[in-house]
T-cell receptor
Framework: KQEVTQIPAALSVPEGENLVLNCSFT??????LQWFRQDPGKGLTSLLL?????REQTSGRLNASLDKSSGRSTLYIAASQPGDSATYLC????????????FGRGTQLTVWP | DTAVSQTPKYLVTQMGNDKSIKCEQN?????MYWYKQDSKKFLKIMFS???????INETVPNRFSPKSPDKAHLNLHINSLELGDSAVYFC??????????FGPGTRLTVT
């Protein structure tokens, strides 16, 4: 069974800081890994998807890396803004079951002006 | 245009009732999912359909029954609702093994 851990559970930083959110998973037999953000009372918004053959993926100020063999992924947020405040969720899939995502409990990020 | 939509957004009902939640996607995806997010915000998959065929069926009470009338729709019917069913239910869709797109969620409260 895939266990996903996200560290830290919560993070509060001033605007402008560069941030690192960590995700670790126990089963390295994944097909891809997806990062999401969830705003309070809302659904999940997909940020990045990294396939297992990739080492990193970038979108704007976001960069996600994947070390499949060690079961780790990192989401890097550059020059954080108050609008980045949300819960960030990491979700590796399970290689043997199509589309089955396993979620961590998330990192709750607050960026203050 | 809303990519993945769910109705209703809020559902308040009494124990023992039967209710349904509807989901529709206009992305042309082949695969649809139901997830449950509990009061501690933990998100867990319940079901997945690919081309109207059930491919994931987690350990969910058989009071929960998904139905996929076509590739664009996946509904969730819940019989004999219990207090523990209170949660936010999310629908999602994707092409197989690609990015999943989530709906806005349905907050179910059982009293």
């Amino acid at each position: 069974k895939q266990e996903v851990t996200q560290i830290p559970a919560a993070l509060s930083v001033p605007e402008g800081e560069n941030l690192v959110l960590n995700c670790s998973f126990t089963d390295s037999a994944i097909y891809n890994l997806q990062w999401f953000r969830q705003d309070p009372g809302k659904g999940l918004t997909s940020l990045l998807l990294i396939q297992s053959s990739q080492r990193e993926q970038t979108s704007g100020r976001l960069n996600a890396s994947l070390d499949k063999s060690s079961g780790r992924s990192t989401l890097y947020i550059a020059a954080s803004q108050p609008g980045d405040s949300a819960t960030y969720l990491c979700a590796p899939d399970r290689g043997s079951t199509l589309g089955r995502l396993y979620f961590g409990r998330g990192t709750q990020l607050t960026v203050w002006p | 245009d809303t990519a993945v939509s769910q109705t209703p957004k809020y559902l308040v009902t009494q124990m023992g009732n039967d209710k349904s939640i509807k989901c529709e996607q206009n992305l042309g995806h082949d695969t649809m999912y139901w997830y449950k997010q509990d009061s501690k915000k933990f998100l867990k998959i319940m079901f997945s359909y690919n081309n109207k065929e059930l491919i994931i069926n987690e350990t969910v009470p058989n009071r929960f029954s998904p139905k996929s009338p076509d590739k664009a729709h996946l509904n969730l019917h819940i019989n004999s609702l219990e207090l523990g069913d209170s949660a936010v239910y999310f629908c999602a869709s994707s092409q197989l093994r690609t990015e999943q797109y989530f709906g806005p969620g349905t907050r179910l409260t059982v009293t």
